[in-house]
């Protein structure tokens, strides 16, 4: 008697979420393009996620500053999504790189959402990240430290409906929450919890 392999597991497409439109009002600064770790903030993002070989496409988001912004990001393969409503909040940007990845394909089964601001951000995070939902039954995947749920996370199909109606500055993690804990795997990344977003916070990591 001979013993069958399980059969294997159906193609998983993955698209990446970048956002990467807010104005930086606290900071005073454009951190889409502040260099703390000697590559900017943003690229060091997209870099993590090109890096990524389960993620495609890579999407950006931009609102502030966008004309200030994009050419920096013209030698990586990546999609640029420009979001006229960014001033409403991370809500907004979260949906339009979602619309923007269900454009570029109807089958993406499950977008990961990154930010621009977390300068530690490697791309060993975002394949712990894939390579946890890969081989479990979660819905989401998110990334802890500082004793909560953060970016980036990463969240099946089944929400994006959820996700499509989601206001304000809150971003997924409301969502998240509602969500029972069988649903919810995690990922612990403590040195994510550095990130850019007052004076004090940029002289800190850039002392570290």
Request: hydrophobic letters at 45%.
């Amino acid at each position: 008697m001979t013993s069958e392999s399980p059969p294997p597991r159906p193609p998983t497409s993955i698209a990446c979420v970048i956002l990467a439109a807010g104005a930086s009002r606290r900071l005073g600064l454009t951190k889409q393009l502040l260099s703390p770790r000697g590559t900017p903030l943003l690229e060091n993002a997209v870099q993590a996620a090109l890096a990524t070989p389960a993620l495609w496409p890579v999407i950006v988001v931009l609102g502030a500053h966008a004309s200030e912004i994009r050419p920096t990001l013209v030698a990586h393969p990546v999609l640029i999504a420009e979001n006229p409503a960014w001033e409403e909040g991370m809500a907004s940007s979260l949906r339009m790189g979602l619309e923007t990845a269900l454009t570029f394909s109807r089958d993406v089964d499950a977008a990961l959402f990154s930010l621009c601001d977390q300068p530690e951000l490697e791309s060993r995070h975002l394949i712990q990240l894939v390579d946890t939902f890969l081989s479990s039954d979660h819905a989401v995947v998110a990334s802890t430290y500082d004793g909560h749920l953060g970016a980036p996370t990463l969240i099946q199909r089944t929400h994006f409906s959820a996700l499509a109606h989601l206001t304000g500055d809150e971003g997924a993690r409301r969502l998240i929450k509602s969500l029972p804990p069988s649903a919810v795997a995690t990922v612990d990344a403590p040195e994510l919890a550095w990130d850019i977003d007052t004076p004090d916070d940029l002289r800190r990591v850039s002392d570290r």
